[in-house]
């Protein structure tokens, strides 16, 4: 996309049961809303292969979208580094992942009775790591890192440092981000904190705020 000089920056998904009419006004002294509906995306963030991964459709439900691409991304890493993921069962491989939300439950208000005992792990940033190496069979840590806007960075940090003390053989490292909740957007609108068209313009005179993307990578 940077290459072809595209844009990741869209109007609010339409798949999250946000209510777009309730969380906008233009206003920014406007409490509980957004004066912005743009950002960067990852549309379709809920599909899932949930077949490939051993993970029943229930199960599946009451996950994180986070942990789904961790897993999907996890896997094409591995592939794309010309290794058979099957083959590090059982290998000191380590898996450090930054995660910075921790909203997906917060929407569970009544949670159906064939989801109970799957929201839990399903939502827990602890989990993100954990099924990647319990999907592998990777003996290394499982480590989740949420240090903010620096999660993926100090998650690489702890991956190096743990290649370098011998505790591991091989490190996943990488991090996730998808908003299942619009409260960063009204939290940063009472902040006046936030750029309207949802673009970052740093080192610029037309600066105006801060935008909010999600994304993965390993």
């Not at 003390?165 to 902040?191: K, W």
Request: glycine share 14%; with cysteine.
């Amino acid at each position: 996309m940077l290459a072809e000089g595209g844009s990741g920056i869209s109007d609010f998904p339409s798949d999250r049961g946000w209510d777009l009419g309730e969380i906008y006004d233009p206003s920014p002294d406007a409490v509980g809303k957004s004066y912005t509906t743009k950002g960067g995306f990852l549309h379709g963030a809920a599909e899932f292969d949930a077949g490939f991964f051993g993970i029943s459709p229930r199960e599946a439900r009451a996950m994180d979208p986070q942990q789904r691409l961790l897993l999907e991304t996890s896997w094409e890493a591995i592939e794309r580094a010309g290794i058979d993921p099957h083959s590090l069962k059982g290998s000191r491989t380590g898996a450090f992942i930054g995660l910075i939300y921790h909203d997906y439950a917060t929407r569970a208000h009544d949670v159906p009775e064939e989801l109970m005992g799957y929201v839990s792990n399903g939502s827990d940033g602890a989990v993100a790591s954990g099924r990647i190496s319990y999907f592998l069979g990777l003996e290394g840590p499982a480590v989740t890192v949420d240090t903010a806007c620096s999660s993926s960075l100090v998650s690489l940090h702890l991956a190096c440092e743990s290649l370098r003390r011998g505790e591991s053989d091989l490190a996943l490292s990488g991090g996730v981000s998808v908003m299942s909740a619009p409260t960063t957007f009204i939290e940063f609108s009472r902040q006046r904190g936030l750029a309207v068209d949802g673009r970052c313009k740093a080192f610029s005179e037309d600066a105006d705020g801060t935008g909010f993307s999600e994304g993965c990578g390993v």
